[in-house]
């Protein structure tokens, strides 16, 4: 699977940006896809996943209740929804993709973008 993740950009704090993650390659409906995001200087953290229907996700406690993750199989892409947005979420964004279930863990995942920078200006 190849990964294409896009839509960062500059937002001032509490504003909005949603994040796209479009796949190519190989059958993306049957991949688990989770978002990752790396800041300067500090190690990469898990953001959310999204099993492969869009039946169930699962989010870090710093983000829970201000991003959504979803899908749309028919159109390869995994969106990232962020709202409220905080200073602390400046980073880069990776999408990433996996066979069977989501986890939280960056190694378990096979395929990954190449990022996408989300600067949240205070």
């Known amino acids: 699977v190849q990964l294409q993740a896009s839509g960062g950009g500059l937002v001032q704090a509490g504003g909005s940006l949603r994040l796209s993650c479009a796949a190519s390659?190989?059958?993306?409906?049957?991949?688990?896809v989770g978002w990752f995001r790396q800041a300067p200087g500090k190690e990469r953290e898990f953001v959310a996943a999204?099993?492969?229907?869009?039946?169930?996700?699962y989010y870090a406690d710093s983000v829970k209740g201000r991003f959504t993750i979803s899908r749309d199989n028919a159109k390869n892409t995994v969106y990232l929804q962020m709202n409220s947005l905080k200073y602390e979420d400046t980073a880069v964004y990776y999408c990433a993709a996996k066979d069977g279930g989501y986890t939280f863990r960056p190694i378990s995942y096979a395929f990954w973008g190449q990022g996408t920078l989300v600067t949240v200006s205070s």
């Open positions: 390659g190989r059958t993306f409906s049957s991949t688990a």
């Open positions: 999204i099993n492969w229907s869009g039946s169930s996700t």
